[in-house]
């Protein structure tokens, strides 16, 4: 057989162990590729529906079909051989999930919660039935609704947003004044649009939280998140100063949101900590989050893993951290194309750090990886995260 061609490995069910789960996951991005290391060790099938052979996580996971998810025919043929199917992403359109419920495929979350994290008007309308703390919002669909909601909320400037599609920066426009070039382009845009206030914030927060079918939630450390032109670049758990009631509220807020729209798996609640006290939701994805990465290393049981067990009803494992502190930053694309190179410095210098690759070419502004440091010293750890990361991309050359 040494001549022989490599063949493919083809997905058999009937090859597996008795008893072992399969879980299909819709999109092969690095969320699908960090889930698979804990697939295998609690021996669950992954199987990934990929948007292309070479994608971050047709890289790592065996059974890894590409196909288009947004044909029913494909998800369904997809859908046929897991015991349950979840997401990578949350653009798979709704009908299409109430397609496989009515054929009776477990999908989690499912489409009537997903919708919340797919239509930012249809879960502010939500959020606000149960008075989830958020900005002042309203739809709008002329240049005299931007100036009628400007003047509600005590004046420009304020935000305009898509109600779908956005995502990393995109889709948000800042709008300085009612002769503002960007209301046009928002409002010409093909996407309903939402107004929202513009929040003088102090800083910005996620609570992230699992949920299983029956209930059972659990809820990690609210961490700070770092934003820049709108991607996050860094994240610290937890949340430096803090109070703890007010890291309670965050998680509770987090936890009701979660059983007040039936989530099952992961949902990150983003929130704004406002100068003025408040803390008010800004965004959720309701899948593993950037913002949940640093649990890889720094917490007893990561989001991958929670989602895994949640999806499959299975109890939830601990979301306490580690240590003290943990930072994790992520590897933006730069000038350098080979970040490997720097692999030998960044491990010789700190045998502690922890470095994640997604198996992606170098573009400008892309999440090529990520690093994670945890420790003692708060200070200390951002340090070396940040000297990681930096000499990686090429920021630094020593």
Known sequence: MYGHKLQPVKFDRKD???????????????????????????????????????????????????????????????????????????????DLLHALEADGIKVHPGPDALVHAQDKAVMRRRLDTFDAPSPAHQVVETAADVADFAKRVGGFPIILKTTRGGYDGKGVWFIDGPDDDAITVALDSGVPILAEEKVDFVRELSAIVARSPHGQAVAYPIVESVQKDGICVEVTAPAPGLAPERAAQAQQTALRIAGELDVVGVVAVEMFEARDGRLLVNELAMRPHNTGHWSIDGAVTSQFENHLRAVLDLPLGSPAARAPYTVMVNLLGGDVEDMHRGLLHCLARDPGLKVHFYGKSVKPGRKIGHVTAYGDDLEQTRERARHAAAYLTGTIDE
Do not use: N, W
Request: charged content about 20%; proline content about 6%.
């Open 16 to 94: 597996l162990p008795v008893g072992t789960p399969v879980v299909g996951m819709v999109g092969g991005g690095q969320l699908a590729r960090m889930t698979q290391e804990t697939a295998v060790a609690l021996g669950i099938q992954l199987r990934v529906l990929a948007e292309g052979p070479t994608v971050s996580a047709a890289q790592a996971v065996a059974d890894a079909p590409v196909g288009d998810y947004k044909d029913l025919e494909t998800v369904r043929r997809f859908a046929a051989e897991c015991d349950v199917v979840t997401f990578d992403h949350e653009h798979v359109p709704t």
